[in-house]
């Protein structure tokens, strides 16, 4: 082109190699700093599809002393530019690799900043408590004035409670990011692979009359309601000779030991039916009520009653699996990454201690709790990191980003 495009105006432009030759015409946009994703002067050139162009174009622009961005490189830049914050850039690759709908709106909210100004909103409501606090040790005289009037424990407590709304929001949001492992477990023959047939839609799952039929761990993503559910089917649990089966139900045991969730399947006309306990969260599942004759339907908590063969209570189990981990939807949930689930629930203890110590009238170690809780604030958002953190979260996204 020989010259620089018009600020935030596409612009046609030709592009030549070094002999003048034309390899692609396309557009060129200049994005002037600060005005850009990263803070900095960004030129973006697009040029035909192919990729035959498109390396010819790379191979051009690197032969001018540029030099190919690290993953996560823009992103980076964005942060380290104060253009968003720690949270609003992991939410970029948390977009990018959303599993559902539901997941994408949740990152989307993540990205425009209003689960950092939740963050925020609380590290504010920390500092001035903390001020108020820290005047009972300048002015240790009136200490037990300050620290037996309520309005510091009113507030305190008031910063416990809407830590603990953001923490919700953040674990379903966890949900939507992470998704969540269900595994079916039971004896061989009470219909395992007939519900996950019947869950997915599809004969994923080989269904027969033989008990033992599954030997090995199947595994089915699907999507209820906005919750990315990966439901596996294991062995049937029971003693047996047979070398094989038992290498299944050994996989299969471990699989219900690692669970986030766990749905027990029992027939319904068993009388006596031994349910062993799970560390997971766990849904009984009593199926062939259309043997029984019995009404499908959950008719206690995390226990219902259904037909894999019919259909009828599958839509109840479908329910009861979104019950069984306290998922309400994604309207509302922030994208809850692991750190940020740590950071909060660190925050959250501090704050609890800070309202004992409060309680009983000593100042110093109650700001030094408000400070902690500062500090696990600080690290969601980034205002207190360190460069480890940082390689981290950016190595984790693709190139270009």
């Known amino acids: 082109m020989g010259q620089c495009p018009v600020p935030r105006a596409a612009t046609h432009a030709v592009f030549k190699d070094v002999d003048g030759d034309v390899v692609d015409e396309g ?65 970029v690759i948390d977009l990018i690799n959303s599993a559902s709908q539901q997941a994408a ?107 033992g039929t599954t030997r090995d761990l199947l595994d089915v993503d699907l999507v209820i309601d906005g919750l990315p559910i990966r439901v596996r089917d294991t062995a049937g649990i029971r003693d047996s000779v047979d070398v094989v089966e038992q290498e299944g139900i050994a996989r299969a045991r471990a699989a219900l030991d690692r669970a986030d969730a766990v749905m027990w399947v029992i027939d319904d006309g068993e009388i006596d039916p031994n349910i062993p306990a799970f560390t997971a969260p766990t849904l009984l599942v009593r199926n062939k009520c259309d043997l029984t004759g019995r009404e499908a339907g959950c008719f206690d908590d ?30 509302g949930a922030f994208v809850g990454r692991q750190r940020h689930i740590v950071a909060l629930k660190a925050a959250q203890a501090a704050v609890r201690e800070g309202v004992a110590e409060i309680q009983a009238g000593r100042a110093e170690l109650a700001a030094e709790a408000l400070r902690t809780t500062q500090q696990a604030l600080g690290d969601i958002v980034g205002v207190t990191t360190t460069d480890e953190l940082l390689g981290e979260i950016f190595t984790a996204f693709c190139i270009g980003k």
């Open 105 to 211: 709106r949740s990152a989307a909210r993540s990205l425009t900043g209003e689960f950092s100004k939740a963050v925020m909103t609380m590290d504010q409501s920390v500092l001035e408590l903390r001020v108020y606090v820290e005047g009972a040790i300048d002015f240790p005289e009136d200490e037990i004035d300050f620290l037996a009037d309520r309005e510091a424990t009113i507030a305190a407590e008031g910063i416990e409670q809407s830590l603990t709304n953001i923490l919700e929001r953040s674990a379903r949001g966890t949900s939507l990011h992470e998704g969540l492992d269900l595994v079916i477990g039971g004896e061989p023959n009470v219909g395992k692979s007939s519900i996950l047939n019947a869950l997915v839609g599809d004969e994923r799952a080989i269904v027969t009359g033989i008990p």
């Open 27 to 91: 557009v060129a946009l200049f994005f002037a700093a600060p005005h850009s994703y990263t803070g900095e002067d960004v030129l973006e050139l697009q040029g035909h599809g192919a990729p035959v162009v498109l390396d010819l174009l790379l191979n051009l622009a690197l032969s001018k002393g540029v030099r190919l961005a690290r993953p996560g490189e823009f992103t980076e830049r964005a942060f380290l530019n104060e253009r968003m914050d720690l949270a609003q850039a992991e939410s």
């Open 302 to 331: 995390h226990d219902l009653r259904l037909s894999a063969l019919t259909g009828a209570g599958i839509e109840d189990l479908k329910r009861e699996i979104k019950k069984l981990i306290g998922f309400e939807g994604g309207e």
